[in-house]
C-alpha cells in the first residue's frame, strides 16, 4: 500500500512534521510553497494532504486542482484563507485545532488587563525617555475588583479561573452557562445588564455573530459603572470602537487593552493614541507553546484520518465511516435541521438537550446524529461550532445531554425527536426522512405537521382562529416575499395553532414587523437551514 502523502506548505515545527514521518506518512515540508500561488497549484495535485498556518490560501482553484487531496488541515482555529464550501464540494475534508491556543489566548486577555490598570506601556516608554513621572501613573488593583466575562465557554473560563486566582470577584454573562456549571467555575451567573453595572473590568471571549456584534455599543457602554476597564482577546467588532473611543474621551470608561479589531491588520483605529489604551496586533495566540500546540495536533490529527478514517475537529464532514455515510447522509442533515430550529427558537440558558431515537435509525451511528442535532442546536450562538467540538462546547456549558432508543412506535418507520430544556420550559421537535432521502419536519411542540425543510423558512404560533392563512399570505405577498410551501397545525379548534413556511428568500423587516402588527401571533420567529 502506497503510503498517503502530505504537503506542508507552511512553518511547522519540525517535531510537528516528524510525527507524520513516524506515522508512515510521505512529508514534504517546504514553508516557502505556501506563498508561491503558482508552484503550490503547480505540485498540489501530488497530495492527499496539506497541511498549514495562515499563509498558504486554499482557494477554490486550489482545490479544484487538488485531484487527490483527502484534507486539509489547519494549525489554529481560523479558516477564513481555506474556501470551506469548495472543499465540501470537493469531498476534502477540512479540519482546524480549536483548543490549542486557549490558555495563551486566556494569559493574554489577563496581561491586556493588567497592562490598562497599571498604565505599564505608557510608564516604561516614559521611563526611557529618561524621565521619572511616579506620581503620574496612578494604577488600581485588581485585588477584590469585580472582573464581568462575556462568553465563559473554554477561553471564558480559563480566564475566570486565573482571575479568581488573583482574589477578584467574578461575574459571568453567557447564554449557554448553566448554574451548575457557573457554580464550578467559582463565577456568579448574570444578565449581561447586571454584568454592565457591576463590573470594574470587562472582558470578551465569544465569537463574533450577528447577536453578539457590537454587543458592547454606545447604548449598552452607557450601562456600565463609571471608571471600568473593557479588554477584547476574542473578535474585532464586539466592541463599537467608536463608541468605545468617546466613552473614553468622555472619562466614563478609564481604560481598555484590544487585542483584535474590527478592520485587521488594524493601520488605524479610533482607539489607537487615547490615554489608558493598551493596544496589540492580535497577539493572543503568539506564543511558542501555542504554536507548537495546534501544529503537533494538525499532525496527529491528519495522520489519523489518512490512516484509520478518524475524523476529528472536522469543521465539514460528520464522523462516521464511508459505509455509514451513503444510509446516514440524510439523517445527519435531519439531526441539525433540528437541532437549528430548536437552536434559534430558544434564547434562554439550555440545561439540557434530549434525543429520542425511533425505529430503524436505532440501528444508525448514534454518536454521530447526535453531535450533528447538538451542532444544530449550538450554532444558533456560536456559528463556527461543528459536529465534533459540540459535545465539548455543550459539556463546558453544563448542558445535560441525553439519548433514549426505542422500537417503532407510529406511522413511520423511524424519526427523530429532540427536546431542549430551559428554566422554564421544554421545546420539542420531531423529523423523519421520506423515501426521497429528504428530510421533514413531523410534529411541533406536539402537534403534527408534514414540512419540508428549506433555506429560508418562517415560524409562527397563534390561537386557532379564522383569517390566519389569509393574513399570512396577504402580509408576505404585499411585502415582496414569495411562499414556497405552506404548512399548518394545531392540537384542536380555537387551541393552540402553528405554522411553517417555506420561503423562496428571507422575509424582510416589513414582513415581519408587519405580521407583528396584527396581534394575531405570539411568535413569529424566521429560520435559516444549511440545505446544501
Same mark, same amino acid.
Given at each position: 500500500?502506497?503510503?498517503?502523502?502530505?504537503?506542508?506548505?507552511?512553518?511547522?515545527?519540525?517535531?510537528?512534521?516528524?510525527?507524520?514521518?513516524?506515522?508512515?506518512?510521505?512529508?514534504?515540508?517546504?514553508?516557502?510553497?505556501?506563498?508561491?500561488?503558482?508552484?503550490?497549484?503547480?505540485?498540489?495535485?501530488?497530495?492527499?494532504?496539506?497541511?498549514?498556518?495562515?499563509?498558504?490560501?486554499?482557494?477554490?482553484?486550489?482545490? *479544484?486542482?487538488?485531484?487527490? $487531496?483527502?484534507?486539509?488541515?489547519?494549525?489554529?482555529?481560523?479558516?477564513?484563507?481555506?474556501?470551506?464550501?469548495?472543499?465540501?464540494?470537493?469531498?476534502?475534508?477540512?479540519?482546524?485545532?480549536?483548543?490549542?491556543?486557549?490558555?495563551?489566548?486566556?494569559?493574554?486577555?489577563?496581561?491586556?488587563?493588567?497592562?490598562?490598570?497599571?498604565?505599564?506601556?505608557?510608564?516604561?516608554?516614559?521611563?526611557?525617555?529618561?524621565?521619572?513621572?511616579?506620581?503620574?501613573?496612578?494604577?488600581?488593583?485588581?485585588?477584590?475588583?469585580?472582573?464581568?466575562?462575556?462568553?465563559?465557554?473554554?477561553?471564558?473560563?480559563?480566564?475566570?479561573?486565573?482571575?479568581?486566582?488573583?482574589?477578584?470577584?467574578?461575574?459571568?454573562?453567557?447564554?449557554?452557562?448553566?448554574?451548575?456549571?457557573?457554580?464550578?467555575?467559582?463565577?456568579?451567573?448574570?444578565?449581561?445588564?447586571?454584568? $454592565?453595572?457591576?463590573?470594574?473590568?470587562?472582558?470578551?471571549?465569544?465569537?463574533?455573530?450577528?447577536?453578539?456584534?457590537?454587543?458592547?455599543?454606545?447604548?449598552?457602554?452607557?450601562?456600565?459603572?463609571?471608571?471600568?476597564?473593557?479588554?477584547?482577546?476574542?473578535?474585532?467588532?464586539?466592541?463599537?470602537?467608536?463608541?468605545?473611543?468617546?466613552?473614553?474621551?468622555?472619562?466614563?470608561?478609564?481604560?481598555?487593552?484590544?487585542?483584535?479589531?474590527?478592520?485587521?491588520?488594524?493601520?488605524?483605529?479610533?482607539?489607537?493614541?487615547?490615554?489608558?489604551?493598551?493596544?496589540?496586533?492580535?497577539?493572543?495566540?503568539?506564543?511558542?507553546?501555542?504554536?507548537?500546540?495546534?501544529?503537533?495536533?494538525?499532525?496527529?490529527?491528519?495522520?489519523?484520518?489518512?490512516?484509520?478514517?478518524?475524523?476529528?475537529?472536522?469543521?465539514?464532514?460528520?464522523?462516521?465511516?464511508?459505509?455509514?455515510?451513503?444510509?446516514?447522509?440524510?439523517?445527519?442533515?435531519?439531526?441539525?435541521?433540528?437541532?437549528? &430550529?430548536?437552536?434559534?427558537?430558544?434564547?434562554?440558558?439550555?440545561?439540557?438537550?434530549?434525543?429520542?431515537?425511533?425505529?430503524?435509525?436505532?440501528?444508525?451511528?448514534?454518536?454521530?446524529?447526535?453531535?450533528?442535532?447538538?451542532?444544530?442546536?449550538?450554532?444558533?450562538?456560536?456559528?463556527?461550532?461543528?459536529?465534533?467540538?459540540?459535545?465539548?462546547?455543550?459539556?463546558?456549558?453544563?448542558?445535560?445531554?441525553?439519548?433514549?432508543?426505542?422500537?417503532?412506535?407510529?406511522?413511520?418507520?423511524?424519526?427523530?425527536?429532540?427536546?431542549?430544556?430551559?428554566?422554564?420550559? *421544554?421545546?420539542?421537535?420531531?423529523?423523519?426522512?421520506?423515501?426521497?432521502?429528504?428530510?421533514? &419536519?413531523?410534529?411541533?411542540?406536539?402537534?403534527?405537521?408534514?414540512?419540508?425543510?428549506?433555506?429560508?423558512?418562517?415560524?409562527?404560533?397563534?390561537?386557532?382562529?379564522?383569517?390566519?392563512?389569509?393574513?399570512?399570505?396577504?402580509?408576505?405577498?404585499?411585502?415582496?416575499?414569495?411562499?414556497?410551501?405552506?404548512? $399548518?397545525?394545531?392540537?384542536?379548534?380555537?387551541?393552540?395553532?402553528?405554522?411553517?413556511?417555506?420561503?423562496?428568500?428571507?422575509?424582510?423587516?416589513?414582513?415581519?414587523?408587519?405580521?407583528?402588527?396584527?396581534?394575531?401571533?405570539?411568535?413569529?420567529?424566521?429560520?435559516?437551514?444549511?440545505?446544501?
Amino acid at each position: 500500500m502506497t503510503a498517503p502523502k502530505v504537503l506542508v506548505s507552511d512553518k511547522l515545527s519540525e517535531t510537528a512534521v516528524q510525527i507524520f514521518r513516524d506515522r508512515g506518512i510521505d512529508v514534504t515540508f517546504d514553508p516557502s510553497i505556501g506563498k508561491d500561488k503558482d508552484k503550490l497549484l503547480e505540485v498540489i495535485g501530488q497530495y492527499d494532504g496539506l497541511a498549514i498556518r495562515s499563509a498558504t490560501k486554499a482557494t477554490e482553484k486550489l482545490i *479544484e486542482a487538488a485531484t487527490n $487531496l483527502k484534507v486539509i488541515g489547519r494549525a489554529g482555529i481560523g479558516v477564513d484563507n481555506v474556501d470551506i464550501p469548495a472543499a465540501s464540494k470537493k469531498g476534502v475534508i477540512v479540519m482546524n485545532t480549536p483548543f490549542g491556543n486557549s490558555v495563551t489566548t486566556a494569559e493574554h486577555a489577563i496581561s491586556l488587563m493588567m497592562a490598562v490598570a497599571r498604565q505599564i506601556p505608557e510608564a516604561n516608554e516614559s521611563t526611557h525617555a529618561g524621565k521619572w513621572e511616579k506620581s503620574r501613573f496612578m494604577g488600581v488593583e485588581l485585588f477584590n475588583k469585580t472582573l464581568g466575562v462575556i462568553g465563559a465557554g473554554n477561553i471564558g473560563g480559563i480566564v475566570c479561573d486565573r482571575a479568581l486566582g488573583l482574589r477578584m470577584k467574578v461575574v459571568a454573562y453567557d447564554p449557554f452557562l448553566s448554574e451548575e456549571r457557573a457554580a464550578k467555575l467559582g463565577v456568579t451567573k448574570v444578565e449581561l445588564d447586571e454584568l $454592565l453595572a457591576r463590573a470594574d473590568f470587562i472582558t470578551l471571549h465569544v465569537p463574533l455573530t450577528d447577536k453578539t456584534r457590537n454587543i458592547l455599543s454606545a447604548e449598552t457602554l452607557a450601562k456600565t459603572k463609571k471608571g471600568v476597564r473593557i479588554v477584547n482577546c476574542a473578535r474585532g467588532g464586539l466592541v463599537d470602537e467608536a463608541a468605545l473611543a468617546e466613552a473614553i474621551k468622555s472619562g466614563h470608561v478609564a481604560g481598555a487593552g484590544f487585542d483584535v479589531f474590527q478592520t485587521e491588520p488594524a493601520t488605524d483605529s479610533p482607539l489607537f493614541n487615547l490615554p489608558g489604551v493598551v493596544v496589540t496586533p492580535h497577539l493572543g495566540a503568539s506564543t511558542t507553546e501555542a504554536q507548537e500546540n495546534v501544529a503537533l495536533q494538525v499532525a496527529e490529527q491528519m495522520s489519523d484520518y489518512l490512516l484509520t478514517g478518524a475524523v476529528e475537529n472536522a469543521l465539514n464532514m460528520p464522523s462516521v465511516t464511508a459505509e455509514e455515510a451513503r444510509v446516514m447522509g440524510p439523517w445527519v442533515k435531519l439531526a441539525g435541521h433540528l437541532g437549528a &430550529f430548536a437552536g434559534q427558537l430558544t434564547d434562554e440558558p439550555i440545561k439540557a438537550i434530549n434525543i429520542l431515537y425511533d425505529g430503524v435509525v436505532t440501528e444508525m451511528n448514534l454518536d454521530a446524529l447526535g453531535c450533528a442535532a447538538i451542532a444544530g442546536v449550538m450554532k444558533a450562538t456560536n456559528p463556527d461550532v461543528n459536529m465534533v467540538s459540540a459535545p465539548v462546547l455543550a459539556k463546558e456549558r453544563g448542558v445535560k445531554i441525553s439519548t433514549t432508543t426505542q422500537a417503532k412506535s407510529g406511522v413511520f418507520d423511524a424519526y427523530i425527536k429532540l427536546t431542549v430544556v430551559t428554566e422554564t420550559r *421544554e421545546r420539542s421537535i420531531a423529523g423523519t426522512v421520506f423515501s426521497d432521502g429528504k428530510p421533514r &419536519f413531523i410534529q411541533i411542540k406536539g402537534i403534527n405537521i408534514d414540512a419540508e425543510v428549506g433555506a429560508h423558512m418562517l415560524y409562527t404560533t397563534n390561537k386557532d382562529v379564522p383569517g390566519i392563512i389569509g393574513t399570512l399570505g396577504g402580509t408576505l405577498g404585499g411585502n415582496g416575499v414569495n411562499i414556497a410551501n405552506f404548512t $399548518l397545525g394545531r392540537k384542536d379548534s380555537g387551541g393552540d395553532a402553528i405554522a411553517l413556511l417555506y420561503l423562496d428568500a428571507a422575509p424582510n423587516d416589513a414582513a415581519l414587523t408587519a405580521l407583528r402588527g396584527t396581534n394575531l401571533f405570539q411568535q413569529v420567529r424566521p429560520l435559516e437551514f444549511e440545505t446544501n
